[in-house]
């Protein structure tokens, strides 16, 4: 029964569930950390490696800087979790930059926050995609020639598993994050015990190949706050967990709060680790191997356990793309709602997972891979500005918030969330400012263009709205409904559109367009000798067009005013293969457009199914008498 | 009035023609014999030179043999212009060798001519346009880089000029026939005159410059056969004439005669001619240069007489082209009224040019071009092949035809096209054998390819007309006809989808499907509150699709015998623009795929256009009570 496509569909998304199992699919605590937490613990993969990029420009010593940088974005990390706790409890049913800005704030801060997570997430899936990958080709470099396309397969698989539904990918993905975690622990634990017991083969390039003249004043700080602006990608996706509370399995807010705690203490450790060992094992960032790469090298050699860390950064990473395509279909429904994106993405589909919107942002992700050649730091500057904005807004939004609310601890509560949002909007300067000729000046450009089409198709719906809203009552009168027949023989095709045509109208006209007077002299015999009670009006058509005369001629009916409605029923034949296609006018087609935009005129095609059993054909084929009747030649209906 | 597409359509191909205007159409003879000789003529410019070619691998001895073999082929000319003379007098209406020998050698013999002049006339296109885009590279060798694109313009301004009309074509082309006739009569008369004076300055490169072993025996005998196949490409394009007869004014068949008889005297001298002299100034093939350049730069000197002679040698190539942008189209309507060819082949166009046989043409030989890099000489030996194949069956059909007529004469008449028919078969055979490895063999593949085409599309005609042959009498009966409107709100577009329910049908129901009964609850209150008189039937969907339910309900409608015929009326939105376009579900689309294969459904969209004035919106706007009634909002329609 079902057609090819759909089986196709069902072998690789899963059969369709109904809409109450929604409930069962929600997450654990567990579960949800390895699924909202890998963008944020996924992005130690990458950021101190774009940190050393920056300050391996100004030498050897300004490579000491790794650590406290690192330490004041750890501190700030910790500062906007506690600020967004404060979101889950206030927002239960999912507290997005977009809804707290929106609500708090109004629209325009609403429609800045939503253009930001959009670029984000698709951003959160092209880096860590790319960043995935780049940790299997410094385990391999032979497959360097194919990171690309690795990149690109990768996303159609966690697109493909997506659209299974969100319970499965929680399933599926709980290991490896887990397995990371326990690898990354090990690289920190052994490095640095290795280290401070002075056993650790620190690397020979420990200084940059070519020392440079060390900058000063202006240029160097400048510098550092690009460094510090790069190192700020470890926390991007600090948001995930309180944009998804009603994912949580109840009580969600409580569940939600502790995983963020868990999120953060775990993230920290991560980065500032790394840092650490980066500094002390004189790791140099690399085009061929990332940072983690070289550390797993050095520290456990180049065994199970180095293998064990790049498979387990990969499939983190792979995870943390895997949170976008939770988040970017939730947030383009949102919106679609409110009418800012097109309908489509409000449904969900089969699988109870936002199809359209994992569609998409497969979509965007892929032409970002393929624009940017899958190379993770040609991405990274145009990353984490959007982040930044959000967590501003999200947060300023929390501070009218509490102000509007009164709660109790409303004074602290908009205190510690002003505090991270000011924090915040100055890291927004700053990633601007620092990383603009690196690419920044994209999302500089793309936010507000985002923005201006949200703001396109939110008039379009308004506009729409407004018109077809129906305040009348009753709206049946009479209509003198006049159906018109085109016909060009006396076929089976023909004489089911006839049946149609007297059952919905007493008015019926066969219309036959005379291109050649020869042939139409024959029909016409033929149809007085038919006697079915139906008119045959005959139109000449000098110009051997079939549609301009049809045209004048209903024109004309309700021009005259003989008719309040016109419907023309045109038999269309519906061929069984792509080469009957090719063999038939497409004549029902054209008779359609034509009439498109005429007032008060319905085309109407009644299929007639080439070799098909159909019943509509059958009534028309009890052959009432035996000697042949006024029968059409093979070529007579198809030139209607 | 007419769209921007229609005005740009007028500016390129010219207001429609009527249909009376076909007789003021054609040609007299001077017209005739520059449009339709020019086939003929023009192949001048290659066929010395491709017989060269070959010569030229026997050594300078071979090349007397040029001469000779010229002669052959022109006695051969001779004896098919006389045969084909009696074709014009046998089918005034213009007969080709399709119609000729499917009258009387059958229908196979028919549709071997068929494909093999389809194959032809595409090959006339490529070889004459690659040809006279060599006549100009050979006098601006600079633009030898562009050829392919020039020649690629070059059919696409043939294509427009055809979509124009015949006449008007007639009247552009005439001239530069005249001039090409005028300068190889200057070439030849000014080339022998010198050479018999003994003033010429021959050729210094007049043997070939390393001498061969001269071949003996069979490779000999097989190679001069080879080169005197090539040099029969002289002969392609005699039978336009007599394919043309129906284009010429009357008295048609006597003016066609006498324009054949003019069009061999001439394509005779100038063949012998340019063989003549091609062997007194030793000329030999060059890759860059054509011989009748390298003839008229040595006769003319390089001033205006070569210029001129390139470009009437070029123009009377495109005229040659010309002659196929005729005979292919009305071949291929032809062969559409014997159901061998698709309808659309069948009818002119808005100028009464076979529209769809000229672009169909015009795409062939475009790929041909690009396949062969616009190379004379590799597609050559493709040629001549099939114009060969339909000489011998037009023939042999004459034969049968005078031996069943038994007209005064038959029996001279008949040994004539006797003869003709065995001279031109054994040349079929030497043409394949000789020419096979050299591409001889795509046409040989091809050839039965296109056959096996016409007769799958006549095959699938007849089927379908004996399918659709209606033999019954009065088709009518009562059928219970039940009207399903979906809707999901009460906004115009749903009640203008109504108001046209009611007016087809008593039996009108209103569907919602309800994917979400929170939502539905509100529409069903407001449902009663409208009280319209029309049902609403609300449809439960646990899989959230809209489809499903809709198919199931009407299934189960005609499965219980409570209707004959059910009428699925869908309101349609019609958006102004693209943009609106991306932002409506495309409902009404699904719902008439969704039924187009079950019987007795049909669906019919009634469109509701945004923004514009429609009476059937109208209808429905006149808003009886002032306070606000069950008004939709912005959302709800849509998701229908």
């Keep these: 029964m079902p057609s090819p496509l759909t089986q196709f569909k069902r072998v690789l998304f899963g059969r369709p569930l109904a809409s109450d199992r929604l409930e069962h699919e929600r997450l ?46 750890v501190g700030l990390l910790v500062l906007v ?22 609500d708090n704030l109004g629209t325009m801060p609403g429609l800045v926050a939503a253009a930001a997570l959009l670029t984000d997430y698709t951003l959160t899936v092209s880096v860590s995609i790319s960043s995935g990958i780049a940790a299997i080709t410094s385990a391999y470099p032979a497959l360097a020639h194919h990171a690309v396309a690795m990149c690109i397969a990768a996303v159609l698989v966690l697109m493909a598993v997506n659209l299974r539904g969100v319970r499965e990918s929680g399933i599926a993905f709980s290991v490896p994050t ?17 280290f401070y017991q002075g056993t650790a083969t620190v690397s020979a390039a420990s200084s940059p190949a070519k020392p440079m003249t060390f900058p000063v004043g202006f240029a160097f700080t400048f510098l550092i706050l690009r460094a510090f602006a790069e190192g700020c990608v470890a926390m991007t996706g600090t948001e995930a967990i309180s944009n998804g509370v009603s994912a949580f399995k109840g009580p969600s ?59 387990a950064t990969f499939a983190i990473l792979v995870l943390a793309a895997n949170t976008a395509f939770a988040d970017f279909p939730r947030l383009a429904s949102i919106l679609s709602r409110d009418s800012f994106m097109p309908r489509q993405f409000a449904a969900r589909g089969d699988r109870l997972a936002f199809s359209n919107g994992i569609i998409a942002l497969a979509l965007f992700a892929i032409l970002l891979i393929w624009l940017f050649h899958g190379d993770t730091s040609a991405l990274i500057p145009l990353y984490a500005i959007g982040v930044f904005v959000c967590f501003t807004l999200s947060q300023a939004g929390m501070v009218v918030h509490w102000l509007r609310s009164r709660e109790p601890g409303w004074k602290w509560r908009a205190a ?138 209903v024109d004309d009916l309700t021009a005259r005013g003989e ?78």
């Design 81 to 102: 979790a506690l600020s967004y706790r404060q979101t889950i409890f206030a927002y239960p049913s999912g507290g997005g930059s977009y809804t707290v800005a929106r």
């Design 178 to 194: 887990y397995v990371f975690i326990v690898m990354m622990l090990l690289l920190i634990g052994v490095g640095l015990e290795r």
């Design 253 to 311: 807010p409580r569940n939600a709060a502790i995983t963020l705690g868990w999120m953060a203490g775990i993230l920290a450790v991560f980065f500032l680790g790394t840092s650490l060992l980066a500094r002390h094992y004189g790791i140099l960032p690399s085009p061929t191997e990332t940072v983690l790469s070289q550390l797993g090298r050095q520290i456990f050699g180049p065994g199970l356990l180095y293998y064990s860390l790049q498979y």
């Design 416 to 553: 510690l969330n002003g505090v991270g949002a000011c924090a915040t909007a100055l890291v927004s300067i700053v990633q601007v400012a620092t990383k603009f000729t690196h690419g920044a000046w994209i999302v500089v450009l793309i936010i507000p263009l985002i923005i201006l089409v949200l703001r396109r198709i939110h008039r379009h719906y308004e506009h729409f709205g407004r018109e077809v809203a129906y305040n009348g009552q009753a709206p049946f009168m009479f209509l003198h409904h006049t159906v018109i027949v085109p016909v060009n023989g006396i076929t089976k095709p023909t004489a089911g559109a006839l049946v149609y045509a007297t059952t919905i109208s007493e008015d019926v006209r066969a219309v036959y367009v005379e291109v050649d007077p020869n042939t139409s002299a024959e029909l016409k015999s033929r149809w007085s000798e038919w006697d079915i009670g139906v008119e045959l009006v005959v139109l000449e058509s000098p110009f051997r067009s079939i549609l301009r005369p049809l045209v004048a001629y």
């Design 28 to 73: 654990n605590k567990k579960t949800a950390l390895a699924v909202l937490s890998s963008d944020a613990i996924s992005s130690v993969a990458y950021a101190t490696e774009q940190t050393l990029l920056v300050l391996v420009v100004l030498g050897a010593v300004a490579l000491n800087y790794i650590v406290p940088i690192s330490a004041v974005i």
């Design 563 to 640: 008719a309040d409605l016109v419907t023309v029923v045109v038999p269309e034949i519906v061929p069984r293969s792509w080469f009957g296609h090719l063999l038939h006018n497409k004549t029902a087609l054209f008779i359609r457009t034509a009439f498109l935009f005429r007032p008060n005129v319905v085309v109407t095609a009644v299929p007639y199914l080439i070799g098909r059993t159909a019943r509509l054909r059958d009534l028309v084929t009890h052959d009432q008498d035996l000697e042949p009747g006024p029968g059409a030649g093979p070529q007579s209906q198809d030139a209607a």
